[in-house]
């Protein structure tokens, strides 16, 4: 066997022309998302006014295994695609681990991480149907960053609500959403009933991402011709990021590579679903075996401290309520908060793998994953995202185990996207004023006891 390349890359003709859709092989399926008012299983009818209409098919088929991708989204996936996997050959030096790590580098775009495989899609589903737009909400600013740059390629309008906070700390991540046409408001704002609503409840308010979500619905459902889309947490949005998963298996494979462990960081689900997706599969089928473990900030435990149970998906409590590991849709995660990963709920899919028992999931503190960050910044030479990091720092420990015990595992884990626009958090660490906030067992209950009834 020759030595395994710093960087595994495909040829362009060993790029998945299909996306895979684990649920197909789920023998127990997740748990159908159901109507806000009626409670009842959602129909591609209910979800029409909202979402686009192969979007809504695509959020509902949990028996098809392979949907193909489209021509036109494969020609946008061929300017930043295949994304390499690579040896961190140099991270293992530096922990003197006999470990094999090798990490799926999703940054290599101008968004900055992998929601561009989801946001291309989307688009494209859009404009096939004819509308003239789409809205959404951003946080962060990654997810309106590859909606903004999937619309333009499609020549669609692209509306972001931004949280408030966010828009007025991440100038820049507004400024590239701008360079790429589109139209970005704080929220919550002005333009809509919801967020005329808030402001007056709580002036000065800075927003949240639940309350941009609701304004995001009302503007898509309140203007002809336009639909919402979002960018994770949902099984569609986990479909096309099976594109990962598929690519690292074909990677492997060229090498002969069986990964042991698999790695990726956990917000709402979309990353680490997509990568594991095709690894899951082999599980489901038993054809192999793996370990795989999610990471989340110990700050918003979802998968390691929530319920499993029907919750709403928006604080505005507009979107469907899917039954997954939650904090309850009004939790907001300690303002100290600063690597992302913030959302309340999970993926329904992760959500139901976890309870099976397919995967495990750790919950790490937030100074440990700068540390982590920033070994291996100085090591491997990308600056990863605060986000991404979740999942280097529990590599490394991984690694380290393998370093008691001499077991030369290979370990994969999603790099999910770079950190530039996250100075400031990045800044509070090596000023050493960065701290870590734990939620208390009252503090969760009290979140939990408002779970909606449904039975
Ligand atoms: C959005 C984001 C995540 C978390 O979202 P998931 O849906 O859980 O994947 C992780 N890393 C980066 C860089 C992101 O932008």
Same mark, same amino acid.
């Given at each position: 066997m020759s030595k395994i390349p710093y960087k595994i890359y495909l040829e362009?003709?060993?790029? /998945?022309k299909e996306w895979y859709n684990v649920r197909a092989d789920? #023998?127990?399926?997740p748990a159908p998302i159901l109507h /806000?008012?009626? %409670?009842k299983p959602v129909t591609v009818e209910d979800l029409a006014p909202i979402f686009c209409e192969e979007l809504a098919k695509q959020e509902l088929d949990?028996?098809? /295994?392979y949907i193909e991708i489209p021509e036109e989204i494969r020609n946008f996936y061929r300017m930043y695609r295949p994304s390499p996997l690579v040896r961190a050959y140099c991270l293992e030096e530096k922990l003197q681990t006999p470990a094999h790590i090798y990490y799926k580098f999703? $940054?290599?775009?101008?968004?900055?991480? *992998? #929601?561009l495989n989801s946001a291309i899609a989307q688009a494209y589903y859009a404009k096939k149907q004819g509308l003239k737009g789409v809205t959404t909400e951003t946080g962060a600013g990654q997810w309106g960053t590859a909606l903004s740059m999937a619309c333009s390629y499609f020549g669609l309008d692209c509306q972001v609500y931004m949280v408030k906070c966010s828009y007025e700390q991440k100038p820049f991540r507004r400024e590239v959403m701008r360079t790429y046409g589109a139209k970005v408001t704080p929220s919550p704002?002005?333009?809509?009933n919801v967020g005329r609503k808030i402001n007056a409840e709580f002036p000065g308010t800075t927003g949240s991402l639940g309350c941009a979500i609701s304004e995001a619905v009302e503007a898509a459902t309140t203007q002809e011709g336009y639909r919402y889309v979002l960018g994770s947490v949902l099984a569609q949005v986990l479909l096309h990021q099976s594109v990962i998963g598929l690519e690292t298996s074909t990677a492997l494979k060229k090498y002969g590579i069986k990964a042991d462990t698999i790695i990726g960081c956990a917000g709402g689900g979309s990353n680490l679903g997509g990568l594991i997706s095709p690894f899951v599969g082999e599980m489901l089928r038993g054809e192999a075996n793996y370990e795989i473990i999610a990471v989340e900030p110990a700050s918003c435990p979802s998968l390691t401290r929530g319920k499993y149970a029907y919750d709403f998906c928006d604080t505005g409590k507009v979107c469907p309520l899917a039954k997954m590991y939650t904090l309850g849709s009004s939790f907001i995660p300690s =303002?100290? *908060? =600063? $690597?992302? %990963?913030? +959302? *309340?709920g999970m993926s329904s899919i992760v959500s139901e793998l976890y309870d099976q028992g397919l995967i495990k999931a750790r919950s790490v503190e937030q100074t440990s994953v700068f540390e982590a960050a920033t070994t291996f910044a100085r090591v491997e030479g990308i600056l990863p995202a605060p986000e991404s990091s979740h999942a280097i720092k529990v590599a490394i420990d991984e690694a380290l185990k393998c370093k008691e015990t001499g077991e030369e595992k290979n370990i994969v884990f999603g %790099?999910?996207?770079?950190? +530039?626009?996250d100075m400031y958090a990045y800044q509070s660490y090596n000023d050493g004023t960065m701290t870590d906030y734990i939620p208390t067992d009252e503090e969760i209950a009290k979140y939990l006891s408002n779970l909606p009834k449904v039975d």
């Open positions: 362009e003709n060993e790029m /998945p789920m #023998k127990k399926k /806000p008012g009626t %409670l949990d028996t098809t /295994p999703e $940054g290599n775009n101008t968004s900055g991480s *992998h #929601k704002s002005m333009n809509t =303002a100290n *908060h =600063a $690597g992302g %990963l913030r +959302y *309340h %790099l999910t996207g770079t950190g +530039y626009f």
